[in-house]
């Protein structure tokens, strides 16, 4: 497994105000809930991806 890749992240208080707070109510770090809502976020997408590669396949919400 490769090493993860530090990062710089300038962030707006407010919004790193909200993920502390989520990071707690779930246990985690803030850089664990970072992480894990980008990992959401782009599974998300793939998802997505593979159903409008389909045919007919169309995202409707």
Excluded: C, H, T
């Excluded at 710089?8 to 989520?22: G, K, M, N, S, V």
């Amino acid at each position: 497994m490769e090493p993860r890749k530090p990062f710089l992240l300038r962030i707006d208080p407010d919004l790193w105000r909200d993920l502390e707070a989520w990071a707690q109510d779930e246990l985690r770090s803030v850089n664990g809930q970072i992480e894990y809502l980008l990992k959401q976020a782009v599974l998300k997408r793939k998802q997505g991806r593979r159903v409008e590669s389909q045919p007919g396949g169309s995202e409707e919400g």
